[in-house]
C-alpha cells in the first residue's frame, strides 16, 4: 500500500527496556520526521533525515537514537525508555528538497507508547 | 528556543459562522506557515500554507501572514460540525518545523 505506515501501533514496555518503533514510507521522499505528540506540549520534532545516511536533532532527542540506511525507512530507537518518553509518536515525510512547490508533511498513524 | 503560541480554546462556534485561530511565532527568521488539522486519535493532514504576507484562500478556508507583528491566522468560514477537529500551526525555520500546542475547535449544529 502507498503511504506511510508505522508500527508497532501500540506498545507497552517497562522502564529500561529497549524499543524500536518503525516507519515506512512508499513515496521516496527525502525527508523524515519523528515528533511526539504530548499534552500541553503540542508536537515536537526528536530527530529529522535530509536522505539516507543524513539525521540531525531536532528539539527532543535526548534518549533517542535514529538512523536511516534506506530512503524509505527511519526507525527510532529508545535506548533505555523512561516513563517520561510515555507518548504519541508521530512520523513524517516530505518531499521537501526534491522540488515539490509546497513544504508539506505527511503524518503516519502514530505509535501510542506506553512506559510503565 | 523558537517557539509558536496558539490560544489552547476550545473554540466554540456555532454552525454556519465565522471560525478565527491565530498563532504567534518567536523567530523573525521564519519562512513557512502551515495549518494542520487533527481529528481526536487521527494524524494531522495539512490544510492551508502560506510564505507571503496578505490572505491566501482556499475554498472556505483563509489564512493570513503578517510577518512584521509575526502573527499568523486561519479563518474558516460558514463552519460545519465536520470542521470540529485541533488545529495546529506550525513555523518551518531552517531545517526544522514547530508546532503550537493546538486550538480545539468545536462546531456547534
Known amino acids: 500500500d502507498a503511504g506511510i505506515t508505522q508500527s508497532p501501533r501500540y506498545k507497552i514496555t517497562e522502564t529500561g527496556r529497549q524499543v524500536t518503533l518503525m516507519c515506512h514510507q512508499t513515496w521516496s521522499h527525502s525527508y523524515m520526521f519523528w515528533y511526539r505528540q504530548d499534552l500541553g506540549h503540542g508536537l515536537r520534532l526528536i530527530y529529522y533525515s535530509a536522505a539516507a545516511d543524513i539525521t540531525d536533532k531536532g528539539e527532543v532527542p535526548d534518549g533517542y537514537v535514529v538512523s536511516r540506511s534506506k530512503t524509505e525507512n527511519f526507525p527510532l530507537t529508545l535506548e533505555s525508555a523512561t516513563r517520561s518518553q510515555t507518548s504519541v509518536y508521530f512520523c513524517a515525510s516530505s518531499s521537501w528538497g526534491s522540488g515539490a512547490p509546497v513544504e508539506e508533511q505527511y503524518f503516519g498513524p502514530g505509535t501510542r507508547l506506553t512506559v510503565t | 528556543q523558537k517557539e509558536v503560541e496558539q490560544n489552547s480554546g476550545p473554540l466554540s462556534v456555532p454552525e454556519g459562522a465565522i471560525a478565527s485561530l491565530n498563532c504567534t511565532y518567536s523567530?523573525?527568521?521564519?519562512?513557512?506557515f502551515f495549518w494542520y488539522r487533527q481529528y481526536s486519535g487521527k494524524s494531522p493532514e495539512l490544510i492551508m500554507f502560506?510564505?507571503?504576507?496578505g490572505d491566501k484562500e482556499d475554498g472556505r478556508f483563509t489564512a493570513q501572514l503578517n510577518k512584521a507583528s509575526q502573527y499568523v491566522s486561519l479563518l474558516i468560514r460558514d463552519s460545519q460540525p465536520s470542521d470540529s477537529a485541533t488545529y495546529l500551526c506550525a513555523v518551518k525555520a531552517g531545517n526544522q518545523f514547530y508546532f503550537g500546542t493546538g486550538t480545539s475547535l468545536t462546531v456547534i449544529p
Open positions: 502560506i510564505y507571503s504576507n
Open positions: 523567530d523573525r527568521g521564519s519562512q513557512s
